[in-house]
């Protein structure tokens, strides 16, 4: 099967901040990524969106410098991944899928464990434990800490060297609404400020809203790279639902908007009888993700 | 923000910091390490420090053993039994422990020749050979000589010329004359490499629990490398192993009269445990598998010095253990006050042994990192 990735908006400007060309890695004889490419630019968010199996994280690792490609390149900054490993860690922030922090250390310690392997000898661990809403359990160790709270220090800990580039694999897992939308506003504020974001979601909405752009992953490949609202359009079935009553019933029709005819369609449907309501019914990403890849994301 | 490139030595200690304080905070750890020098100490001064030096002398021909029994020996302090042989091939191998008589080894052996009264009469110089056990030290030695003349004068009634000619006197097994040991002085090298796998499987539990948690995946996507996160677990092991080991010898008094000797060989077996902690730990999944891992590598590795315990029961193949050379040089520097030069084959042996393992525990514990 040949996949080729969809762009439609080609006036943007050339990524720099990751450029991953071509990129291949398996495991064992079982490919995981089959030739993957695509760029982000300083204070852009890209969101990852693909099944489990994908090779959502397998490209997520293989940036971070753990994998190794096997064919391709991977720069991030302009310094390869492989050769030039030190040059990107310290200008990289990590948050992983796992909860992988230390149970009998406290958050505070956690960051000035992390500043310090970073080479950061003074950091404000405490407006850092603030922006996510630590700031009064800071000094409690991690085993004591919810499941939220984990997420958000490690949050915290991947903002602790203020990166150039913030690889976030699902970032708002386990959070509740609250804590959801906090963490988001500190993901946007650290793309407002010049980084690079990418990240792995399975929640469509989030990819939506967060992301500038978003790539369809599946089965190694990428299917799609493009804002949600081009994708949307692109790609997407949007559709009308009328309500009308007439003779006290209430009946309701949806009228797939498809251009002129769709227009005609909805003046009849609505000519006749009370008009109760109408709505607008745009495309999911999730939709359009079926549409392209034949498989849902769950 | 972008701090100053750290350098590795500061990742290390950073790394290692960070180990202490989780360990400092690990019930089981806080617990077992105080508990198990406690042990130690209390087994250490709870057995015997003297020696039983009765001695039990065969005597060929079986008839002048009773001409020896009323005799006193030089020492006072020393007890003698006295048991004849009707052969000679049978003394020697009683003496060696083959041909062990009821009541006990016999020690030590006089085989006087044929003629041996008549020679002895008429004043004719005559020679007595004396098989010795591997453990009678030399006052006992000078004992059985002064014996063998006072029972020739008892029966002659004058100073007669016996000669027990250097080549005559024969030591069976390994030599340790002037080298009695008691058990507390052999169950000491013991104590020790117990102390020093006691700590091995804390820093094991600890690598496992970094891998399985992949807290160690945060870890090396700074600028952290995976051989910074080695060095720092092999260095913590090492570390942790070594204070623990230096504790309870200054306790047991164990530094001996070649201090240098016992730290290095303490050195070297802690880096050895340390080793061994980069394997289990690697190939640990959680605290009962690193356990058992941990216990597969570190039995074997206990047994020499149990063979200390009981001399004459190490065999050829014990020597090729990886604790062998760690553990002679601990007991010769400990308790015979050996020095490098008389230990260098069994330091060579540490040294290679420490040096092999931590290369492979390392590797293991790298390519586990690199793949969680």
Same mark, same amino acid.
């Given at each position: 099967m040949t996949v080729t990735a969809v762009s #439609?908006?080609?006036? +943007?400007?050339?990524?720099?901040?990751i450029v991953v060309d071509d990129v291949h890695f398996s495991y064992g004889k079982r =490919?995981?990524? +089959?030739?993957i490419s695509f760029a982000v630019a300083p204070g852009e968010i890209l969101g990852f969106l693909g099944p489990n199996g994908a090779g959502k994280s397998t490209t997520i690792k293989m940036l971070i410098g753990q994998y190794r490609p096997e064919r391709g390149s991977i720069r991030v900054l302009g310094h390869d991944?492989? +050769? *030039?490993r030190e040059a990107v860690q310290s200008r990289l922030g990590v948050c992983f899928? *796992?909860?992988?922090?230390? =149970? #009998?250390?406290s958050g505070v310690e956690h960051l000035r464990f992390f500043a310090r392997l970073h080479? @950061? +000898? *003074?950091?404000d661990v405490d407006g850092l434990l603030g922006r996510v809403g630590l700031a009064t359990r800071?000094?409690?160790?991690?085993?004591?800490?919810?499941k939220g709270m984990r997420q958000r220090l490690m949050i915290a800990r991947a903002l602790v060297n203020d990166p150039d580039v913030l690889v976030l694999d699902e =970032?708002?897992?386990? @959070?509740d609404p609250v804590s959801a939308q906090t963490i988001r506003g500190v993901i946007r504020e650290q793309a407002e400020k010049g980084a690079a974001v990418i990240l792995t979601t399975h929640d469509m909405w989030e990819a939506d809203a967060l992301s500038d752009r978003v790539a369809f992953i599946n089965d190694g490949r990428i299917y799609a790279i493009d804002t949600p609202e081009s994708l949307k359009l692109a790609h997407g079935k949007r559709s009308v639902r009328v309500r009308m009553r007439r003779n006290g019933e209430i009946e309701e029709r949806v009228i797939e908007w498809s251009g002129e005819s769709s227009a005609a369609a909805l003046a009849e449907a609505t000519s006749d009888g009370e008009l109760v309501t109408v709505h607008t019914e745009e495309a999911t990403l999730e939709a359009v993700f079926i549409e392209m890849t034949g498989r849902g994301l769950s | 923000m972008t701090g100053s490139r750290p350098s590795r030595a500061s990742l290390v200690v950073t790394i290692m910091r960070k180990d202490l304080i989780e360990l400092s905070r690990d019930t089981v750890w806080l617990v077992l390490t105080p508990l198990v020098l406690v042990f130690a100490i209390l087994i250490f001064w709870l057995l &015997?420090?003297?020696?039983?030096?009765t001695l039990t002398i065969g005597v060929? &021909?079986?008839?002048l053993a009773a001409s020896l029994e009323g005799l006193a020996l030089a020492d006072g302090e020393v007890g003698l039994r006295v048991i004849g042989f009707d052969d000679e091939e049978a003394l020697a191998a009683a003496v060696l422990g083959d041909g062990e008589r009821a009541? /006990? %080894?016999?020690?030590a052996g006089l085989a006087f020749p044929t003629g041996f009264l008549l020679r002895i009469m008429t004043s004719q110089p005559t020679e007595v050979r004396v098989f010795v056990n591997a453990d009678v030290p030399p006052e006992v030695r000078g004992a059985l000589e002064g014996g063998v003349r006072e029972m020739a004068f008892m029966l002659a009634g004058a100073p007669v010329p016996v000669t027990l000619l250097p080549d005559d006197e024969m030591v069976l097994g390994v030599d340790r004359a002037g080298a009695q040991v008691s058990l507390r002085e052999q169950v000491r090298p013991l104590a020790v490499f117990f102390v020093l796998i006691t700590e091995s499987l804390a820093l094991a539990s600890l690598i496992a629990t970094e891998v399985g948690s992949r807290t160690v995946a945060a870890i090396i996507?700074? &600028? %952290?490398r995976v051989a910074d996160v080695v060095i720092a677990k092999g260095l913590t092991g090492t570390l942790l192993a070594f204070s623990q080991a230096l504790v309870l010898l200054v306790v047991l008094q164990? !530094?001996?009269? $070649?201090p240098l000797v016992v730290l290095s060989a303490v050195l070297l077996g802690s880096l050895l445990v340390a080793a061994v902690s980069l394997l289990a730990g690697a190939a640990g999944r959680d605290f009962m598998t690193t356990l058992f891992i941990g216990v597969l590598f570190l039995i074997p590795m206990m047994i020499p010095a149990f063979a200390l315990l009981f001399?004459?029961? %190490?065999?050829?193949?014990? $020597?090729? !253990? &990886?604790?062998f050379g760690v553990l002679q040089a601990l007991h010769g520097g %400990?308790?015979?006050? !050996? /020095?490098f030069g008389d230990l260098s084959g069994a330091f060579a042996s540490a040294l290679a042994w420490t040096a092999g393992l931590f290369a492979i525990g390392g590797l293991v514990l790298a390519r586990r990192v690199a793949r969680s």
């Open positions: #439609t908006t080609s006036q +943007r400007k050339p990524a720099e901040a =490919p995981a990524v +089959r030739g991944v492989v +050769r *030039e899928e *796992e909860k992988n922090l230390y =149970p #009998t250390m080479g @950061l +000898r *003074e950091v800071g000094r409690d160790r991690v085993a004591g800490y919810s =970032p708002s897992d386990g @959070l | &015997p420090d003297s020696v039983d030096e060929y &021909p079986a008839s009541g /006990g %080894a016999v020690t996507a700074t &600028p %952290a164990g !530094l001996g009269t $070649q001399p004459g029961s %190490a065999s050829w193949w014990m $020597q090729s !253990l &990886p604790s %400990a308790t015979f006050g !050996l /020095g």
